[in-house]
């Protein structure tokens, strides 16, 4: 099956820093992908929708300027957590879409486990 | 905006035991998906339903899609020790099929 990766699986980093996200497709093309949050034994809340060439569409209630997603190729879309802080700290994950038919909706990537001192 | 609910919020079994949780949507849902995520893991696609009604089973798992396709339930039969983790289920807007809502999830413990 299709297989999403993420880089890195986990990082801590010093509040203020910036911290750049990795979501590869590595057999298919993703025109979509997706990025997710999720604290401590709670749900996984959509954060944006990344689209390759255009701008992401980000939920409601998420900052744009703090979580900046780039889409540059048909594999790879990057989250960076601008200015990270404490309370950014959490589990990012993000899917992709492999339109094939008969393929899951949404893969998922194995997650970047960031926390911010 | 739309929610997905789940209950239970945590369930404890013994293994051989049943168990099922319930998902319910506040808005209709183009279509259902459930996952699971093991402890420390990322969720895992189990299935997608689409139709009013529609039930599928994969060995012991059995999902249900509502008729009126706002409600959604997950059935293991004689749970293992391997079902342990969180089952989430996700729905499809009706607006932009691709985007998942995902409800607030079932955690399933497991004892011998």
């Known amino acids: 099956g299709a297989v999403v990766s993420q880089h890195p699986s986990w990082v801590i980093c010093k509040s203020g820093t910036s911290v750049k996200i990795e979501c590869r497709s590595l057999?298919?093309?993703?025109?979509?992908m997706f990025w997710y949050r999720q604290f401590p034994k709670q749900s996984l809340m959509l954060m944006a929708t990344?689209?390759?060439?255009?701008?992401?569409?980000?939920e409601q209630g998420v900052e744009k300027d703090k979580f900046l997603i780039n889409h540059a190729s048909l594999t790879l879309s990057t989250l960076t957590v601008t200015s990270a802080h404490p309370e950014d700290s959490s589990f990012y994950i993000c899917?992709?879409?492999?339109?094939?038919?008969?393929?899951?909706?949404?893969?998922f990537g194995p997650g970047t486990r960031l926390t911010v001192l | 905006g739309q929610q997905v609910m789940q209950i239970p919020q945590y369930q404890h079994v013994q293994e051989g035991e049943d168990f099922t949780t319930y998902c319910n949507s506040s808005t209709t849902l183009s279509n259902i998906q459930w996952y699971k995520q093991r402890p420390g893991g990322h969720p895992v696609f189990l299935i997608q339903?689409?139709?009013?009604?529609e039930v599928k089973k994969q060995k012991r798992l059995t999902f249900q899609f509502g008729e009126a396709k706002k409600n959604s339930s997950l059935h293991i039969t004689a749970t293992q020790t391997t079902d342990v983790g969180t089952y989430f289920c996700a729905g499809g807007d009706t607006g932009t099929a691709s985007k998942l809502t995902f409800g607030t999830g079932t955690r399933l413990q497991v004892t011998l």
């Open positions: 899917s992709a879409r492999d339109f094939v038919q008969g393929a899951p909706p949404q893969f």
């Open positions: 339903l689409v139709k009013s009604g």
């Open positions: 990344s689209n390759e060439g255009s701008k992401a569409t980000y």
């Open positions: 057999d298919f093309q993703a025109t979509t």
